[in-house]
């Protein structure tokens, strides 16, 4: 007898076309639940940003406590035209990546069937590895003189070594994996302290790794990004210079709104979050023409992380063949509405 695999997700759609995507990836994920054995119960959690205006926090105080118990997050979208993003950030998703200690910051980017890369862009396929608790993006600083000619603002960046290695670790992972050779984002050149160190970690971890690792400054790597996409296959980067490069990768292939991010706590000991990254585009919200591709390329890493790797592998080539057959939202030149091209998807599975 076959024993069914049971999942428990929560899920945050959270604000804008989050509310209409996150719908899409749950239809998909359903629709590969029972072929390949498994189940899913979805937790609905309606926090965000309707829940700041209405009780001035993103999401309840006890809300860390109600998201430990389940197997993974499953995040649509955050953002309001009325709420500062300081507020819209650090008030969710920032507490859950740090309380649950998801240190990874797992962003893959490669070329996509239809869709027209940069021109000077190859096929590339590629991983970044951004560390996503430490690093530049510390609470550790503020503001004084406020409103005086010598007003200043200091924020403090904090690397350790222990965080470092980790996300190092990681890195040197699954370029060994890849069979090929890990670049670290640095300016060491530049930042006299931290940077230097982040190279010297990086350097004797992958050794240890037997990995070999290429150290190129970020204003150099950014265009190297750019021009030679394909020369890059993980690159492993601080919290700010991970953050940057992953877009810049994924404009590079076409668009950011088929980007897919998941937050990883690689030891498994608190859930993991994914997410799409192209935020809440309050301006296209309620029409049904949304991007879906993000979220269901998110929901694809969540199954994966979750061990259902044939599904996911099934979600992502499912999807492709829809980009490949010129069916698409009209961000990407095409004429499918978000239920359309969600409904394609499932056809294929």
């Known amino acids: 007898m076959r024993v069914t695999q049971q999942y428990t997700i929560d899920v945050i759609a959270g604000d804008g076309i989050g509310k209409e995507v ?14 390949h054995g498994f189940t899913v119960e979805w937790r609905h959690r309606y926090w965000g940003s309707d829940h700041f205006l209405e009780h001035g926090t993103m999401m309840p105080s006890d809300g860390l406590e109600q998201l430990a118990t389940g197997d993974a997050i499953y995040l649509g979208a955050v953002g309001h035209p009325d709420i500062d993003d300081t507020e819209t950030l650090w008030g ?12 990874v910051n797992l962003r893959p980017a490669r070329t996509l069937p239809g869709l027209a890369a940069h021109a000077t862009a190859t096929d590339f396929d590629m991983l970044i590895v951004r560390e996503n608790t430490e690093g530049e993006y510390s609470e550790i600083g503020g503001r004084f003189g406020r409103g005086t000619p010598a007003e200043a603002a200091v924020q403090e960046a904090v690397f350790t070594r222990h965080g470092i290695e980790r996300i190092t670790r990681y890195a040197c992972a699954l370029a060994a994996d890849r069979g090929r050779k890990l670049v670290s984002a ?7 302290h931290t940077m230097p160190f982040w190279d010297e970690v990086v350097a004797e971890v992958a050794a240890e790794e037997g990995i070999e690792v290429d150290k190129v400054l970020i204003d150099a790597l950014a265009a190297r990004f750019v021009l030679a996409p394909d020369s890059i296959d993980v690159c ?3 919290n700010l210079f991970g953050d940057i490069l992953s877009d810049l990768a994924a404009a590079v292939a076409g668009s950011i709104g088929v980007a897919p991010s998941a937050n990883l706590n690689p030891e498994r000991e608190f859930p993991s979050l994914f997410e799409p990254v192209h935020g809440s585009a309050p301006d296209i919200a309620g029409r049904g023409i949304a991007n879906p591709v993000a979220a269901i390329w998110a929901a694809a890493m969540m199954l994966d992380h979750l061990g259902q790797p ?22 990407l030149g095409g004429s499918a509405s978000t239920d359309e091209f969600t409904a394609a998807v499932i056809e294929r599975l």
């Open 22 to 35: 996150t719908p899409a990836a749950i239809r998909c994920v359903d629709a590969l639940a029972h072929r």
């Open 92 to 103: 969710l998703l920032i507490p859950i990546r740090r309380e649950f200690q998801q240190y």
């Open 186 to 192: 640095t300016k060491s050149n530049g930042i006299i």
């Open 236 to 238: 492993v980067a601080s």
């Open 310 to 331: 044939d599904a996911a592998a099934q979600l992502e080539a499912a999807f492709r063949d829809c980009l490949a057959n010129g069916i698409a939202t009209g961000d």
